[in-house]
């Protein structure tokens, strides 16, 4: 049984709210740390608001969980958590804008003392020049497109040009060689080696004759998967907060989920056979029933496509949503004879006694990946971090 437990039954109820529990995130960090037996720094991926869970709580309970380098994606993301860890590594592993109207992203990057993403040889001259300008030295980690086919140099000859420029100019920092997977969520990609082989042919050579350079590749997919791709330092995201890179249920790898988004009943209605609940009246009582009203939509990131196509818990047990989700409510099916009573506390993704509603199963109704489902929680849905042991069933 993994989750936040029960101790929140008590507390009042919220209209809509995410329990952040640091706890987890940190016992994620050390359980990711022991796979790498010490050889290999873990950096905590805090985009997108730490994958919907908030950065800097994020941060900060990865970081007491060992991590020791933080990622994002975006030069204003690294900008925030610069102000809240001043003396952490964040790397911005995405593109950096150049030539905007006001200081633009690769200015900010580097202004907040950050490592960033370079792969082409006019960006680094840029760069380069920049840091003769500002007099900070920019630390720079030379990305080689191994297959991803996103941002990256494909070409190695190109990389190690890039790598030997580098290492050459007194303006710059040579920090790292970098690559990253398409594939390695999958559990038999043949492309994955052929990757982390096109990889390692290139940066081990290079880390011989440069050995303070930090090569880096995995996510947290190949991080669970193959040593090989360890090298100096993993870059996990979805497994700090977890989730299965995988899709299957996190206890399997050990990963305790660490977000519980929870509504309340606010409302328990009598239904006769044929009363409709919502939008379009895409959901009519088969029976005499009773109907709950939670206060929780589309417009907290409870997806439209659950619409006749989930289950809530409450009270420990597992009720089917009926109808259509509207921006502000959905109603669930209690049954013809219940006991919730109005102010029943509510669990769209998360345990509650011997149920859980996992965000991977939220995320199959959906067809898409547990990645989406908490980066799509929305600002409005309030994120109270908690601190909680793991809660075990018979404690
Ligand atoms: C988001 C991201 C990661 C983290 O991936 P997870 O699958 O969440 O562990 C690592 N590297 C890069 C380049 C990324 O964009």
């Known amino acids: 049984?993994?989750?936040?437990?029960?101790?929140?039954?008590?507390?009042?109820?919220?209209?809509?709210?995410?329990?952040?529990?640091?706890?987890?995130?940190?016992?994620?960090?050390?359980?990711?740390?022991?796979?790498?037996?010490?050889?290999?720094?873990?950096?905590?991926?805090?985009?997108?608001?730490?994958?919907?869970?908030?950065?800097k709580v994020a941060a900060r309970a990865a970081l007491e969980g060992g991590?020791?380098?933080?990622?994002?994606?975006?030069?204003?993301?690294?900008?925030?958590?610069?102000?809240?860890?001043?003396?952490?590594?964040?790397?911005?592993?995405?593109?950096?804008?150049?030539?905007?109207?006001?200081?633009?992203?690769?200015?900010?990057?580097?202004?907040?003392?950050?490592?960033?993403?370079?792969?082409?040889?006019?960006?680094?001259?840029?760069?380069?020049e920049l840091g003769e300008t500002t007099l900070l030295k920019p630390r720079v980690h030379v990305k080689y497109d191994t297959g991803m086919g996103r941002l990256g140099e494909r070409d190695p000859e190109v990389v190690r040009d890039l790598v030997r420029v580098a290492s050459e100019d007194e303006r710059v920092e040579l920090a790292g060689v970098w690559t990253h997977f398409a594939t390695a969520d999958e559990p038999d990609s043949e492309f994955f080696d052929e990757q982390l082989g096109r990889f390692r042919e290139l940066a081990l050579p290079l880390k011989e004759e440069h050995p303070e350079l930090m090569l880096h590749a995995a996510n947290s997919a190949a991080t669970l998967r193959d040593p090989a791709s360890h090298l100096d330092m993993v870059r996990c995201g979805i497994a700090i907060y977890g989730l299965d890179p995988f899709q299957e249920d996190p206890a399997e790898r050990e990963l305790e989920p660490a977000l519980e988004l929870r509504s309340y009943v606010a409302a328990v209605k009598r239904f006769r056979e044929?009363?409709?609940?919502?939008?379009?009246?895409?959901?009519?009582?088969?029976?005499?029933?009773?109907?709950?009203?939670?206060?929780i939509g589309y417009g907290d990131g409870v997806r439209r496509g659950l619409s006749n196509d989930a289950d809530v818990l409450v009270g420990g047990r597992r009720y089917p949503l009926v109808g259509t989700v509207s921006m502000d409510n959905i109603t669930v099916d209690l049954g013809p004879e219940t006991e919730v009573e109005p102010g029943a506390v509510a669990v769209l993704i998360g345990a509650q006694g011997a149920q859980q509603v996992l965000a991977e199963e939220v995320a199959r109704r959906l067809d898409t990946i547990n990645y989406e489902v908490t980066t799509g929680i929305l600002p409005r849905v309030n994120r109270v971090a908690v601190n909680e042991t793991r809660f075990d069933e018979g404690a």
Do not use: Q
Request: net charge negative; proline share 4%.
């Open 1 to 55: 049984m993994t989750g936040l437990g029960v101790s929140h039954e008590d507390t009042p109820p919220h209209r809509a709210v995410a329990l952040v529990n640091l706890g987890a995130i940190e016992r994620n960090c050390r359980r990711l740390g022991r796979e790498l037996g010490g050889g290999s720094v873990l950096c905590a991926v805090v985009k997108a608001d730490g994958y919907g869970h908030g950065a």
């Open 67 to 128: 991590a020791g380098w933080l990622a994002v994606a975006a030069a204003s993301e690294a900008t925030e958590l610069r102000l809240e860890f001043p003396e952490t590594r964040i790397l911005v592993m995405g593109a950096l804008a150049t030539g905007g109207r006001s200081a633009d992203d690769v200015e900010n990057a580097l202004g907040a003392r950050c490592d960033i993403a370079v792969w082409r040889p006019e960006f680094l001259a840029h760069v380069a």
């Open 274 to 295: 044929g009363d409709s609940a919502g939008y379009g009246r895409a959901w009519r009582a088969p029976r005499d029933t009773w109907v709950g009203v939670l206060p």
